[in-house]
């Protein structure tokens, strides 16, 4: 894989050396940076702030696809794909929990996700359900996040945006 200016793409940002894992971890940063601008936008009611923060949003928005395309690419053409290393031995993982997924959340809604059930993104083998971990420890209460800091709750995000509106309208 080359830069745009010729030269191999080092591995001076990502120090993986593993193409695929490079790639998707550079999609992670904008993900995470833009949640933290999210909420900055919304901590402020000063316009030029708002106004900068409104452009590192729509660069994040860039940044994410260009890394998700790059691993599409990575992908499609052989180069490198899951799980990363592909070159590492299955028969040193405990194959046992490849594909099982284990719900920590309170509730059963994950077991509907695609991560639950069915045939595994890299096609070899299909996602089990297990409905818990065994453990004795109790879960504690969820805490429930400020609407405009975009946690994770139970409200539908329609009901997060409408509170952090009427938040917005009140302070």
């Known amino acids: 894989m080359r830069a745009r200016w010729g030269l191999p793409v080092s591995h001076v940002a990502v120090s993986s050396s593993r193409p695929l894992t490079d790639r998707k971890s550079a999609a992670y ?48 053409e052989g180069v490198e794909d899951i799980p990363v290393p592909l070159n590492f ?49 109790p879960m504690p209460p969820p805490t429930q996040p400020d609407p405009r800091f975009y946690g994770t709750d139970a409200k539908p995000n329609l009901i997060d945006k409408a509170e952090g509106v009427i938040k917005d309208k009140l302070s």
């Open 29 to 76: 940063g904008p993900r995470t940076r833009r949640v933290q601008v999210a909420r900055i936008y919304n901590m402020t009611d000063d316009h030029g702030v708002r106004e900068m923060l409104s452009f590192l949003l729509a660069r994040d928005t860039m940044h994410q696809n260009q890394w998700i395309r790059a691993a599409q690419e990575l992908r499609e």
């Open 89 to 137: 031995p299955l028969s040193n993982e405990a194959r046992d929990h490849s594909y099982k997924y284990i719900n920590f959340s309170d509730g059963q809604a994950a077991a509907e996700g695609s991560w639950a059930s069915g045939p595994t993104p890299d096609g070899e083998g299909e996602f089990t359900y297990l409905d818990g971990p065994d453990t004795s420890v």
